[in-house]
Every structure is written in structure tokens, then in C-alpha cells.
């Protein structure tokens, strides 16, 4: 009996398949593209966690002691992290997939410093063409972690750049008749796509809060002069300032969720959204 124990213990440790962890969802669904099924996929930040405030627990960390690679995209939570990490796990490859992408700088308004601060907005999943980029870099990380799967990886590639076109290319004949092209978006993650699609997002979120009364009262503004009439939130995110201009503009208001596993979908609803708003 004991062998039998053991013989199953061996089998199920030699066969087990290698750890990949990554922080956010999208990046779990891109790698699943290129991986397929050689390896598992371990995901830090939950579905509908906030990435401001989230923190792994102890769990998730030790899933990630044992990965391969870890893929990061440099998000809030992530940051205080990356350089323990690097300490902590040195047998995990840690990799950001922002690395070879131009970033979009944001403004922060410290009015009680008297300036304003700046960081890189690293929310670059949302236009597909990056994601092209994004993939090539998972490919190759895959590819020097396990050569054996070489030929599979490549062609698994080659298939996702071509559905990443195609995205593209839907998109863009979505939009190309659109009258406006200003929206407002609870959490200012859209920025990468309004820059690939001619858009302008307009944030309701300031520095991660809801926005003050004086603050709303210029975004309502804006938005009349404007004529926006859709507003984006995400699920888990304060929406009292969502609703209130809701409310104002006689907009609609549509739920997204920019880190949801199932990306290729929920981009492609919200442009549907977006063309039937922008008219």
C-alpha cells in the first residue's frame, strides 16, 4: 500500500505541469492563447478585486515562489512588490510585459503640494495592437522556459496575432462613423484604446476617489457641452458620482470590466456600446 502511495505521489509530481503566474486576468487569457494547455496559470489579482487596494494573500504567494515566470504589467498593487519579489523568489523570471512599449504619462493633482505629479499608466491591454507586442514577449519567455514546445508556441502566436487583427479590424469599422468621440469612464484605463481609435475618455475617478462636488460639477459641464451620453463603470468601484451624472446627462450607463478573463468579449461589448453612443 505504501508503494502504491508513493508511486502515485512520484507520478503526479513528475507529471504535474509547470506554474506560470500573472498579475491580472487579460494577461492569464493571453498567455492561455500562446501556452495552451502545457502549463498552469496562476492569477494574483482576483475578479472584480480593486488594483489600488489589493493584496496578495499569503496562498497566492507561495503559488507564485513556485512559477516559472511571473508576467507583470506594473499595476498599482504590483509595484511595492517587483523588487521583493526579485529578492524573494529568485528561481521566478520576472517579466513586464510594458517593457518595450511607449507609455502614456497621467496626471496627478496634489493641490495642497502646489503641483502636479506624474506616473506611466500601464493599463495597455485594451488596444489590441499592444497586445500584439505583449504577445511576442510572452512567446519568447515561453519558448526559453521550455524549448521542447518551441514549435507549438510559434504557432500558437501566429494564430493569436491574426484574431489580435482582426480585433482591430472590427473595431475600427465600428467606429469609423461615429459623430462624437468623447466618453466618460469611471477608472481611467481606456486611454491606450482612445489613442489607437481617434477616442477621448473623459474619467470620473480622481487620483482613485470619487470626485468632489466641484470637481463633478465641471465634469457635468463638460459632458452637457460635449453631448456625452455614455458613461462606463466596472464592478467593485464606488459609483455614486456614475450615477449622479447618469442622472444629469440622461446617459446610459454601461457596466465593463477591464480586467476580466474573458477579454476578447467584454472589449468587444464595450465598443458596441461605444457605437451606439457615439452616433
Known amino acids: 500500500m505504501k508503494k502504491f502511495i ?3 505521489f512520484f507520478t ?3 507529471f504535474a505541469k509547470p506554474i506560470i503566474s500573472v498579475s491580472i486576468l487579460p494577461l492569464e487569457y493571453f498567455v492561455q492563447k500562446i501556452a495552451g494547455t502545457s502549463v498552469e496559470i496562476h492569477t494574483l489579482l482576483p475578479d472584480n478585486a480593486d488594483e489600488h487596494t489589493f493584496e496578495p494573500k499569503p496562498q497566492s504567494l507561495l503559488t507564485l515562489e513556485k512559477s516559472k515566470i ?5 499595476l498599482e498593487f504590483e509595484r511595492p512588490m517587483l523588487n521583493k519579489f526579485q ?4 528561481q521566478t523570471k520576472i517579466i513586464n510585459l510594458n517593457d518595450n512599449i511607449p507609455l502614456i504619462e497621467k496626471k496627478h493633482s496634489h493641490a495642497h503640494e502646489g503641483h502636479e505629479l506624474h506616473s506611466k499608466d500601464p493599463h495597455t491591454w485594451l488596444d489590441p495592437i499592444l497586445v500584439k507586442s505583449q504577445a511576442k514577449t510572452i512567446a519568447k519567455a515561453l519558448i526559453e522556459q521550455f524549448p521542447q514546445n518551441k514549435k507549438m508556441y510559434e504557432e500558437n502566436l501566429t494564430l493569436f496575432e491574426k484574431e489580435l487583427d482582426s480585433i482591430n479590424e472590427t473595431i475600427k469599422t465600428k467606429l469609423q ?3 462624437h468621440n468623447n466618453f466618460i469612464v469611471y477608472h481611467p484605463s481606456w486611454s491606450y484604446f482612445a489613442k489607437r481609435y481617434n477616442l477621448t475618455q473623459i474619467p470620473v475617478e480622481v487620483d482613485g476617489k470619487e470626485p468632489k462636488p466641484k470637481a463633478l460639477m465641471n465634469l457635468i459641464q463638460i459632458a452637457k457641452e460635449k ?8 464592478a467593485g468601484f464606488a459609483q455614486n458620482a456614475s450615477a449622479l ?4 446627462l440622461n446617459a446610459n450607463v454601461v457596466q465593463i470590466n477591464h480586467l476580466s ?3 476578447q468579449n467584454e472589449l468587444l461589448k464595450s465598443v458596441n456600446a461605444l457605437e451606439n453612443s457615439l452616433k
Open 70 to 74: 511571473y508576467f507583470t504589467i506594473g
Open 6 to 8: 508513493l508511486l502515485c
Open 87 to 90: 529578492s524573494l523568489f529568485k
Open 245 to 248: 451624472l447618469a442622472k444629469e
Open 177 to 179: 462613423d461615429i459623430k
Open 12 to 14: 503526479t509530481y513528475i
Open 261 to 263: 478573463k474573458d477579454w
Open 227 to 234: 453631448n456625452i451620453k455614455v458613461i462606463f463603470v466596472q
